[in-house]
């Protein structure tokens, strides 16, 4: 894994800034095909799509999926939602909170390590609220 602290060098705009903080995933964490920053309406606020994923697609899908796992959660009194995993034949699908405007995307192939993916996932969700919190400042 890379050293943290090479993810926010240097001026960079806030798209820049979150863009690297997402391509953390996709470019240290093995398996990991792409990730994005969504707003809980499924709006795109920023991504590291590698391949064939569809920006529009992931955002809609992870929305609808947040308001399910949300639900869920609530109404078999499971606690606060902390993550959501979709296991396919063909990868993975992990959506977590960033904050109570953002949630974060990972898609990821069948050969991926979940435990490796969900201990990175940690890591650069607190970094992205880290950001979006200097945002809601300004």
Known sequence: LR???EVM???ATMSDRLEKLLRVMTNDCPGVEAAALVSIDGLIMASALNGGADEDK?????AALLSVAEKIGRELERGEFEAAIVRGSEGLVVVTPVDSDAIMVILAGKKSKLGL?????KYVANMLKQELKGLHLL
């Open 117 to 121: 993916i969900l201990y990175e996932l």
């Open 9 to 11: 060098i240097g001026e």
């Open 3 to 5: 050293k943290r602290t």
């Open 58 to 62: 992931v955002a809609a899908m992870s």
